[in-house]
């Protein structure tokens, strides 16, 4: 992260560079972005933007004079690549691992602290003195992050590394990695070609985005009093609900339904089963 801009909008943007190499919370990578990945970044995350769905943006690509070594196919086939390095754009890059792993080490004040700051930041319709604060934030984050798994499966976009770290707190598509699109419904489509368990297939992108809440609520618990954390139980069970009726109302008007009629799950239903048979 390099630092924030505000534009002559008003929008804050945190800016932030892909592949510049380690950092002090690098792991065992060497912080580099091969050409490949990074132009397949820049082009997806403008094309979600023009699809309108919720994502991070790319303001430039430069091309590395450094040799990269990647195994593409994670086949032991290791070879050099040309570096690059993109600079991309979001409101914030706050993700569910970052309030994750404070919870784990045991730091909740700097959990409060942390939390206030973006929902200050970034939510700005949740009122700082309201001691439900946290279960507002918590009822946001669920009902936004159904709404863009359902927008993803709308123009069949597999995500490739749905973990909490790669899970955004404002609910925008991040961290475009071994990302992909379905030409027809494949609900076992996989874009990962490491993911041999198919954890992270299509058609468990709803599913893996209700375990990433879980993971978020249990990250909230320090800070949420009993009954709070019995209504934020019962908020994630509304998670399925708010999923599939937006996921129903995105296909209901890509066939051009109106109004309500019994039959138009099934069309919808019977419509993908096609998709996957032809």
């Not at 509304?238 to 019994?262: A, D, I, P």
Request: net charge neutral.
């Amino acid at each position: 992260l390099i630092g924030v801009y505000t534009n002559r909008h008003g929008e804050r943007w945190e800016l932030q560079l892909k592949g510049s190499g380690k950092t002090p919370y690098s792991r065992n990578g060497d912080g580099r972005a091969v050409l490949r990945s990074s132009v397949r970044e820049f082009l997806c995350s403008e094309v979600m933007h023009y699809l309108g769905i919720p994502t991070s943006r790319a303001a430039s690509l430069v091309v590395s004079d450094d040799d990269v070594w990647r195994d593409q196919f994670y086949n032991g086939n290791i070879k050099k690549e040309r570096g690059a390095i993109v600079l991309r754009l979001a409101k914030s890059w706050f993700r569910i691992g970052s309030l994750e792993i404070l919870t784990y080490s045991g730091e909740v004040d700097l959990l409060r602290r942390l939390l206030d700051f973006i929902i200050q930041k970034h939510f700005p319709s949740i009122a700082m003195n309201d001691s439900n604060r946290y279960l507002e934030f918590f009822s946001t984050v669920v009902s936004e992050t159904a709404n863009l798994i359902a927008l993803w499966m709308s123009v069949g976009f597999a995500h490739g590394v749905c973990n909490t770290d790669n899970f955004s707190l404002l609910s925008i598509t991040i961290d475009y990695g071994p990302f992909g699109f379905i030409d027809s419904y494949d609900p076992n489509f996989v874009p990962n070609t490491s993911d041999d368990e198919r954890r992270y297939k299509i058609g468990n992108q709803a599913s893996v985005g209700l375990f990433n809440l879980s993971k978020l609520l249990q990250a909230l618990k320090p800070l949420l009093d009993p009954r709070q954390k019995q209504l934020a139980s019962q908020i994630l069970e509304g998670y399925g609900e708010h999923y599939y009726r937006r996921f129903t109302e995105l296909f209901k008007t890509k066939l051009g339904l109106l109004g309500e009629n019994e039959n138009d799950n099934f069309l919808i239903a019977f419509l993908l089963k096609v998709s996957l048979l032809c």
